[in-house]
C-alpha cells in the first residue's frame, strides 16, 4: 500500500484547487512526475492484487496482454513493449512456456530468431481475468466522464511521445 506523504497547511498562492478549507490547501500540488510515478505504484499494487489468483506476475501478464495484441512477435521486440530488459524477457518466457502460456517457434525468416505467440491456455488465462483487470480501470477512471477519460488518454500519449528519443 502507498503511504501518503503528510505537508503542512499553507495559504494557497496558486491557481491549484485543493481540497483544503476556505483558501487554504491540505498540502502543495505535487509535481506531474510524482503524480504519475504514484499513480503507476498504485495501478502496479492493484494488478498485483488482481492476477495473484492465477500465479502470473504484472509484468508476466503485461507481455500476455503484448502477445494478445500483436499476434507473434521476436522476444526483443516483446521485451521492448512490455517494459522490460531482455534478460528479464528471457526469464519470464521460460516460465510462461513451462506453465503452457505461449510457445516459441523459429522465425522462417531469420532462423536465428525465435517468434513468441500466445498459447489457447494463455488466451484463456487473458479472457479470465479481463473483467477483473477492466473493474480496476473503472474503479481508477470512476470520478471521471467518458471525455475526460478520453482527454486523459490522449495527454498521456503525447507526453510520452514528448519523451521518445530523438524528438
Known sequence: MIESVEYRQVPCQCRWSGRGLRGRVDHPPPSLLYTVKRLELAVRAGLDDVLRASGVTTPQYTALTVLERSG??????????????PQSMADMLRTLEERGLIRRETNPRNRRESLVQLTAAGRRLLTRFAEPVADLERRMTGALTA??????QASLREMWRALLPGR
Open 72 to 85: 507473434a512477435v521476436s522476444a526483443a521486440r516483446l521485451a521492448r513493449d512490455s517494459f522490460v530488459t
Open 147 to 152: 471525455a475526460e477519460v478520453d482527454q486523459v
